[in-house]
C-alpha cells in the first residue's frame, strides 16, 4: 500500500484547556506507556506494536480534558494524532473515513466505499513506516465490543482510550498497555483550579480558603466546577454574594460529603448541573436543548442557524455566534476551530457534554418546540430527497456531514417515545428520517436504515390515523419505494412487485386527482420499479413498465434536469431486460445512452459515479455475446476498477464485474487470469455471511471448466463440478442433469448481478 505523503497531521478538533490543572500522575502513566522511548525503556524494542491506555472514571470527571492536555503537550512526539468520537460502530467506522481522508487515501469519486476507506486507514496504521509515529485517541468508548474489529490496527502505534469503564482484559488484548481510573480533583488540585478560573476576582475575596470552601461546595467535580466558576466569572457581583447565594440553593450543596464510588454521587452531579441548566433564561434554554438533539461530538456551526426564523436568538449569524459564546462562556458548550491543522469558517464546530445534553432536554420547558427547531434546523442542512426523488449521490459530500445529527434525533425521538414523552410527529420530522434511510440504502448501510424506514412508515401511519390529509398522499408511494429498495438489497425472501405496484398505484392516484404532473419524475419512477421488480420473472413485461417511465421522463423538458440519475437507470434497467430475452441490439443501445448521459455528467462535475460501472459492465456483457471480446474486456477491466473504488471488494456487484470478467478471460484463452480470478471471488463468496449459494454454485461450475481448458487432471475440477452441481440441485430443487450447463446456473442468479 502506498503511504501517504502527508508528514504529519495534527486531528484534535478541541483548544486546549487553558484552565487545565492537576493530573501529573496520570499524564506520566500516559506518557510512560505511549511513548516508546527506548532508552527508558531498553528491555523493548523500538517497533513494539499495541500501546494502550484507557482512562476510565465518572461522567464529567475530566477524561476528555486529560486526552486533550496529553495530544498537545505530547504533541512533538508524534507525527500523526488522530481523533475518534468512538460511542458507536457507525461513528467509529466515521472516525477512520475521516482518518483515510485525512491522509490523502481516499479516491477523488462521487461515492465511496466505507469498507475500502476503512481497510486504508488500518493498513496505514499498520504500514506505518519508521520516521512516522501516530497517536491515535478514542474518545468516548462505552461499548468495548465496538473495538473488536480493529485491535489488529492498533500495533505500530499509540492509542488512548477514555471510557466509563476499565476494558476487560486489556492485558491480553495487547503487548503493552495501562490504565487508570480518573478520581475527582484532590482538595489542592480543586483549590488551584478555583483560583485559575476567578484569577480576575479580588485577590482579597479569593483566599485559600474561600477557593477551597467553592471546591467543596461543587463536590470537588470538574465538570460542575467548570461550569459553576464560569457563572461566577460572568457575573458582575461580588464573589461573597455569590457564596452567600450558594448557601441558599440546594443543588449545590448536595455533592459535599457524598461518596465518589456511590451510585448517588453520579445522579447528585447530574442533579446538580441540571440546577445550572435552569439558571438560564428560557430562550436559552430552548437553545441548549435544541442542540441536545444534535451528535454531542461535532456540531457545525452552520447547522445552527434558524433560517426560517424560528429561533429569535439563531436567526442570523451575529446572533448565533453572540447566543453560542454565551452558551460557551457558562461552559455549557465548547467552541472549537474544526478537524485538522487548517480550518475555515465552514469547519467551526461546536460539542457539549452528554450530562450536559441530557440535564438541557430533562428539564427543558418545552422539550417538543427544542425536539422541533431541531428538525427545522436539519432540514435545512441535510439535503432532503428531491422532489423529482432521483438518485442522492450528488448530495453525498453534505448527507455524510449531516446524518450523524439526522440519528441523533432519530434516536432521541426513540427516547422519548420509549418514555412517553415523545407526541404525534410531524410530516416535517418524517420526511427528513425518509431522506436519510435513503441515503443510508444509497451507501449500502442498510442496517441503519431498517430502523430510520420503521419510523418513517409508522410515523406516516400515525399522522393519517390522526389528522389525515396534512400529509402529501404520495408520500406512502416514496415509504413503499425506500422499503422496495431495501429489500431487493439486504433481503431475498419479501416480493418486491408487492411493494412496487402498491408506490405505483398511490402515484397513479394522485395523478388521476390532479396533485402529481403527468410529466413528474416520481411517475416515471413509478413504473420503473415496478419493471425492476417484475424483471426476473416477466421480463417482457418489465419492458413494457420501464417504455411507459421512459415516456413520462422524455415527455416534457420542464424537468430535464432534475432526473439526469433517473433516466439514466432508466435506460440501464431497460437495457438488462432486453439483454434478457436476447435482444442484443437493443441492450446495447440502452446501456450506450446511460453511459453517455453519466460520462456527460462526470465531466461536469468531476467525479465518478457507480451508475457509469453498471453500464460499463452491462455493456461489455453485451459486446462479449456479439463476440467483440477486445472491446468487452476494455470494457468490463475498466467497470472493474470504478466498482472497486466506488463499492468495494466485496459487494455483490463488484463480484459479478470480477465472474463476467474471468468469463471474457476464458472465451479469449486467457485461462491461468480466468482462474485467478475465479478464486479470489470464490474466497470472497465463502467469507460473505450468509453465504450466496447460487453466486457459489456458478463461480464452481466456470472454475471446473477453466481447470479443464488448462488440462490439469480430471481429478482436480471434478469434484469442484460435483459441488456446484448439487448446491444447484438445491437452489432449482430437482436432479441434475450433464444438458444442464451454464444457462441454468446463470438463471439462479439476479438478473442485475448475472
Not at 452531579?269 to 441548566?277: F, L, R
Not at 442570523?316 to 454565551?326: E, G, H, I, N, P
Not at 432519530?410 to 415523545?422: P, R, S, V
Not at 436519510?436 to 448501510?445: F, K, L, P, T, V
Request: proline share 4%; with cysteine; hydrophobic share 40%.
Amino acid at each position: 500500500m502506498e503511504i501517504s505523503t502527508k508528514q504529519s497531521w495534527f486531528g484534535v478538533p478541541y483548544p486546549r484547556n487553558r484552565w487545565f490543572t492537576g493530573r501529573d500522575t496520570l499524564l506520566g502513566r500516559i506518557t510512560k506507556c505511549l511513548l516508546p522511548d527506548v532508552r527508558r525503556q531498553p528491555s523493548l524494542p523500538s517497533d513494539t506494536a499495541g500501546r494502550v491506555f484507557c482512562i476510565y472514571g465518572l461522567p464529567g470527571i475530566g477524561k476528555t480534558h486529560a486526552a486533550i492536555e496529553f495530544a498537545y503537550r505530547q504533541k512533538d512526539d508524534f507525527t500523526h494524532i488522530f481523533w475518534i468520537s468512538a460511542d458507536s460502530v457507525e461513528k467509529l467506522e466515521q472516525g477512520y473515513i475521516n482518518i483515510a481522508r485525512a491522509l490523502g487515501l481516499a479516491q477523488p469519486t462521487a461515492i465511496e466505499d466505507r469498507d475500502k476507506l476503512l481497510s486504508s486507514a488500518m493498513s496505514w496504521t499498520k504500514a506505518a513506516q519508521n520516521e512516522t509515529s501516530w497517536l491515535l485517541i478514542l474518545d468516548n468508548v462505552d461499548n468495548f465490543e465496538v473495538l473488536n474489529r480493529y485491535w489488529s490496527g492498533f500495533g505500530g502505534g499509540a492509542v488512548l482510550i477514555t471510557s466509563r469503564d476499565t476494558i476487560p482484559r486489556l492485558s491480553a488484548l495487547t503487548s503493552i498497555s495501562d490504565s487508570a481510573r480518573l478520581e475527582p480533583f484532590s482538595p489542592p488540585e480543586a483549590r488551584e483550579m478555583i483560583k485559575k478560573r476567578l484569577s480576575r476576582q479580588d485577590s482579597k475575596e479569593l483566599s485559600d480558603e474561600v477557593a477551597q470552601d467553592l471546591a467543596k461546595r461543587f463536590g470537588f467535580y470538574p465538570l460542575y466546577m467548570d461550569q459553576m466558576t464560569s457563572f461566577i466569572e460572568s457575573d458582575k457581583q461580588p464573589l461573597s454574594e455569590w457564596c452567600k447565594q450558594l448557601d441558599s440553593e440546594f443543588g449545590d450543596s448536595e455533592l459535599q460529603e457524598v461518596d465518589p464510588d456511590g451510585l448517588y454521587y453520579r445522579e447528585s452531579v447530574a442533579k446538580a448541573i441540571e440546577t445550572h441548566v435552569k439558571r438560564l433564561d428560557v430562550p436559552n434554554r430552548i437553545v441548549l436543548a435544541t442542540i441536545g438533539f444534535f451528535d454531542p461530538d461535532y456540531i457545525p456551526e452552520r447547522l445552527l442557524l434558524s433560517q426560517s426564523q424560528r429561533m429569535t436568538n439563531l436567526s442570523s449569524a451575529v446572533k448565533r455566534q453572540k447566543t453560542l459564546f454565551a452558551l460557551s462562556r457558562s461552559s455549557f458548550i465548547q467552541l472549537s476551530p474544526g478537524r485538522g491543522t487548517r480550518s475555515s469558517s465552514r469547519d467551526r464546530c461546536i460539542s457539549l457534554h452528554r450530562l450536559v445534553r441530557d440535564s438541557a432536554i430533562r428539564s427543558c420547558p418545552n422539550t417538543q418546540e427544542a425536539f422541533d427547531n431541531a428538525v427545522d434546523m436539519l432540514r435545512h442542512a441535510f439535503p432532503l430527497h428531491k422532489l423529482s426523488r432521483d438518485h442522492m449521490v450528488e448530495d453525498w459530500d453534505d448527507c455524510e456531514t449531516f446524518q450523524p445529527h439526522v440519528l441523533a434525533l432519530h434516536q432521541q425521538y426513540l427516547g422519548l417515545n420509549l418514555n412517553g414523552q415523545a407526541t404525534l410527529p410531524s410530516f416535517e420530522f418524517i420526511e427528513l428520517i425518509y431522506s436519510c434511510a435513503w441515503y443510508m440504502c444509497e451507501r449500502g448501510r442498510f442496517n441503519v436504515s431498517k430502523g430510520l424506514i420503521a419510523t418513517a412508515q409508522t410515523g406516516h401511519d400515525q399522522i393519517v390515523a390522526a389528522k389525515g390529509d396534512t400529509i402529501p398522499p404520495a408520500f406512502l408511494s416514496d415509504i413503499y419505494t425506500v422499503q422496495q429498495f431495501y429489500h431487493n438489497e439486504a433481503t431475498s425472501n419479501i416480493s418486491m412487485v408487492e411493494f412496487a405496484r402498491k408506490a405505483m398505484d398511490i402515484r397513479e392516484a394522485a395523478v388521476e386527482q390532479g396533485l402529481m404532473d403527468p410529466y413528474h419524475p416520481n411517475r416515471a419512477n413509478g413504473f420503473m420499479n415496478v419493471g425492476v421488480a417484475m424483471a426476473w420473472d416477466d421480463p417482457r413485461g418489465a419492458i413494457k413498465m420501464h417504455s411507459k417511465a421512459l415516456e413520462i421522463r422524455l415527455g416534457s423538458d420542464k424537468y430535464k434536469d432534475g432526473q439526469l440519475h433517473g433516466l439514466a437507470l432508466n435506460y440501464l434497467n431497460i437495457g438488462r431486460c432486453w439483454y434478457m430475452v436476447h435482444h442484443l441490439k437493443m441492450a446495447a443501445s440502452c446501456f450506450e445512452k446511460c453511459l453517455s448521459l453519466m460520462q456527460s455528467r462526470e465531466c461536469e462535475v468531476g467525479k465518478k459515479f457507480v451508475l457509469t460501472a453498471w453500464a460499463m459492465s452491462a455493456l461489455g456483457i453485451v459486446r462479449a455475446d456479439q463476440n467483440d471480446l477486445e472491446t468487452a474486456i476494455k470494457l468490463l477491466s475498466e467497470s472493474l476498477s470504478l466498482h472497486l473504488n466506488t463499492m468495494g471488494d466485496k459487494h455483490m456487484k463488484t463480484l459479478a464485474c470480477y465472474y463476467r470478467l474471468a468469463w471474457v478471460c476464458r472465451r479469449l484463452g486467457e485461462f491461468e487470469r480466468a482462474e485467478q480470478i475465479l478464486r479470489l471471488i470464490l474466497k470472497t463468496y465463502n467469507s460473505l455471511s450468509p453465504r450466496p449459494q447460487p453466486e457459489i454454485a456458478r463461480t464452481k461450475f466456470k472454475l471446473s471448466q477453466v481447470l479443464e481448458d488448462l488440462g490439469v487432471p480430471q481429478s482436480q475440477y471434478d469434484p469442484l463440478r460435483q459441488e456446484a452441481s448439487e448446491l444447484l440441485a438445491g437452489i432449482l430443487e430437482r436432479e441434475i442433469t450433464e444438458q444442464d450447463g451454464e444457462e441454468e446456473y446463470d438463471s439462479c442468479i439476479a438478473y442485475f448481478l448475472r
